[in-house]
Nanobody, 128 residues
Framework: QLRLVESGGGSVQLGGSLRLSCVAS????????MAWFRQVPGNEREGIAS???????DYADSVKGRFSISRDNDKFTLILQMNSLKPEDTAMYYC??????????????????????WGQGTQVTVSS
């Protein structure tokens, strides 16, 4: 059974750093894309960063130069290193996975509908 578990959230001050982890178990496909999204109450889930099955990465403009995404394919572990955090980064952060075969991947990386399974989320709070 496919399962994703995020960890690493917490409370930091402006300019601080956090490292989020997501461990996926029960993965059965090879061409797996993974991504981090975040959501604040009342807003849609926002794509932050992704790494596809080829290892290519994408970032939202709001986090470029501050956040870094990486993955360990052997363990299907997804990491998000977040530096220079700002209060506007405060949100619940979710890890998503897309196991669709490559030839069927049609949605952009930052479309939440692309990902068919999500973790429970980890809260990040940044104070000024």
């Amino acid at each position: 059974q496919l399962r994703l578990v995020e960890s690493g959230g917490g409370s930091v001050q402006l300019g601080g750093s956090l490292r989020l982890s997501c461990v996926a178990s029960g993965v059965t496909e090879d061409e797996v894309d993974m991504a981090w999204f975040r959501q604040v109450p009342g807003n849609e889930r926002e794509g932050i960063a992704s790494v596809d099955y080829r290892g290519e990465t994408d970032y939202a403009d709001s986090v470029k130069g501050r956040f870094s995404i990486s993955r360990d394919n052997d363990k299907f572990t997804l990491i998000l290193q977040m530096n220079s955090l700002k209060p506007e980064d405060t949100a619940m952060y979710y890890c998503g996975i897309d196991e669709t075969p490559a030839w069927l991947k049609v949605r952009p990386w930052n479309d939440s509908k692309k990902y068919h399974a999500w973790g429970q989320g980890t809260q990040v709070t940044v104070s000024s």
